[in-house]
């Protein structure tokens, strides 16, 4: 029969090994992201145990969902040329075709009407 220890010794223990734990208040959700899906925790208990410089996350009870991830959409990368014919043919400044660029997700024409309007 193994005898069960009280917190107080368990926690003097720990703090003999090195580790120290502390709960996390009103946590609301936490999300594990990865490339083909989102796993969803709501209302979960954690506590970060430290241990010799390593912190774990320990996360225990709340629902678990899964979901497919919402992908954020990459900015537009635009180049200095692309910006300085929209400027050139708009009349407008390199700053402002460079968004227009950037919102009509690097279509010249686009960015162009988009700023003649």
Request: net charge negative.
């Amino acid at each position: 029969m193994q005898r069960r220890m009280n917190p107080r010794d368990a926690k003097r223990m720990m703090q003999r090994m090195g580790m120290n734990m502390q709960g996390v208040e009103d946590v609301e959700e936490v999300l594990i992201r990865t490339p083909t899906k989102e796993i969803v925790i709501e209302a979960p208990e954690v506590a970060i145990v430290n241990m010799q410089g390593q912190k774990i996350f320990q996360i225990a009870g709340g629902s678990v969902s899964e979901r497919v991830p919402q992908h954020q959409t990459a900015k537009t990368v635009v180049s200095e040329e692309d910006a300085q014919l929209v400027a050139g043919q708009t009349g407008k400044s390199i700053e402002e075709a460079r968004r227009a660029l950037e919102e009509s997700e690097g279509d010249l024409a686009r960015a162009i009407l988009l700023l003649q309007s």
